[in-house]
């Protein structure tokens, strides 16, 4: 079947590496690019999804930001759901007493209050710079601006995680999507957005999720692979990915998109 839209994760799927597209991605989406539309979706902020939409030529089409919280169409919003900032206040003073920092995502602003190993492979891995300042202080400001976080990237040490999860869970379950990414990183998102939305408020009247093929390797795509009209997994993704998707190509590293694309999508 041929699709119309072609929607990938990219960290761990799409991505060859830790923050680059391959040459040989670069050219299998260049065979199809003019005839299906090439939607990246992901939990990155806007300037580290943007050297990559440029690398593959797909800077016309629109880009969804913080696992759908955000979207984009070169610079014109098309959807913005942010955490409000009582919330955010909150999560403050639950990790005030543990070893926990808050990475805090606006738009194309992202704040954290000191350096770290994290912060450093963050700014590394996808081309993004950091500013540094007291989380208390960014969170005035943003009261003053009326704004909230598209996303929070509570960076922390297994024994804080172990003990936050359960808590955030409990507490603020019912109006955050709470994603461990691993032992140390807590990814926090509104509850109402997720790529799978994005993707349907993207969609023109005559598109249906039929004419959908998406890619991924985490929970946070599961909803998207299960819905679309065939989703593939990497190899390298999640048990709990590979059981629900269509198919599983190759592992990132191998570039598993670009193979996956060269023997079934290019004509």
């Known amino acids: 079947m041929k699709y119309k839209i072609l929607c990938s994760d990219l960290d ?68 913005s759901v942010f955490i409000p900032i009582d919330i955010l206040n909150s999560i403050y003073e639950l990790c005030a007493d543990l070893e926990a920092d808050l990475g805090l995502y606006f738009n194309n602003e992202w704040y954290v209050p ?5 912060v450093e ?12 300042q007291d989380t208390k202080q960014t969170l005035q400001n943003w009261k003053e601006r009326k704004i909230g976080a598209h996303k929070i990237m509570l960076m922390c040490t297994k024994t804080s995680a172990d003990t936050l999860m359960p808590i955030l869970q409990a507490k603020l379950g019912e109006a955050l999507n709470l994603y461990r990414s691993n032992d140390t990183l807590i ?23 039929e004419d959908i093929i998406a890619f991924g390797d985490n929970y946070n795509d599961i909803e998207m692979l299960e819905n679309v009209g065939f989703g593939v997994a990497v190899a390298n993704a999640r048990d709990e990915v590979k059981a629900i998707s269509n198919y ?20």
Not at 17 to 42: H, R
Not at 121 to 132: D, I, L, N, Q, R
């Open 187 to 209: 990814e926090i998102a509104p509850k109402s957005v997720s790529k799978l939305s994005a993707i349907k408020l993207l969609m023109a009247n005559h598109e249906s999720l």
């Open 248 to 267: 599983i190509t190759l592992e990132n590293t191998e570039d598993g998109v670009a193979h996956y694309i060269a023997n079934n999508l290019v004509n």
């Open 12 to 79: 761990g799927t799409l991505l060859s590496t830790k923050s680059d597209v391959s040459k040989n991605a670069i050219e299998q989406i260049g065979k199809i690019k003019n005839n299906t539309k090439i939607i990246l979706v992901s939990a990155r902020m806007p300037s580290g999804m943007r050297y990559i939409q440029d690398d593959l030529g797909i800077v016309n089409q629109p880009i969804i930001c913080y696992n759908g919280a955000l979207v984009l169409s070169g610079n014109k919003e098309l959807i």
């Open 121 to 132: 492979k963050e700014t590394k891995y996808t081309k993004s710079t950091p500013v540094f």
């Open 114 to 118: 000191q350096t770290s190993l994290r």
